[in-house]
């Protein structure tokens, strides 16, 4: 019920922002817990989103800033749709900043018909490769 009441509050810019959100989601599988659908972030770019925009999603309470701590010499599965690759921190522990999505724009997502941001998914991988994340 709270994600019906949810949806109907939302503008239709705001549904857009939030399924453009949902584009750019990655799915990851840290130390065997639940899984989560997250947004990689990087010191100069959002994957495409303003922080305006976040602060939209934020305020409505679909989303939230959050960190994942790739340990030293663990993997973690992390999928962007179709695409699988595993993260590893060899030389030092990492700290990976992600928007993630907050129960109840867990439970829109789930109506949400996302599609791959292509663009996004390459950007990501240049910046894990950069930073020597992505196992290959």
Avoid: M
Wanted: with cysteine; glycine share 4%.
């Amino acid at each position: 019920r709270r994600a019906i009441n949810a949806i109907k509050l939302l503008s239709p810019k705001e549904a857009r922002i939030f399924t453009l959100f949902c584009n750019c989601l990655w799915e990851i599988h840290p130390n065997d817990t639940r899984s989560e659908k997250i947004l990689l972030k990087h010191f100069d770019t959002l994957g495409g989103f303003s922080e305006d925009l976040l602060n939209t999603l934020k305020d409505l309470g679909l989303v939230h800033d959050g960190v994942v701590l790739l340990e030293k010499g663990e993997l973690y599965d992390i999928h962007f749709f179709d695409k699988k690759h595993q993260l590893f921190s060899k030389e030092q522990s990492f700290e990976l900043k992600i928007i993630r999505l907050s129960i109840i724009g867990s439970e829109i997502y789930n109506v949400v018909l996302a599609e791959k941001n292509e663009e996004y998914y390459q950007f990501i991988l240049q910046y894990l490769n950069k930073n020597l994340l992505l196992k290959e």
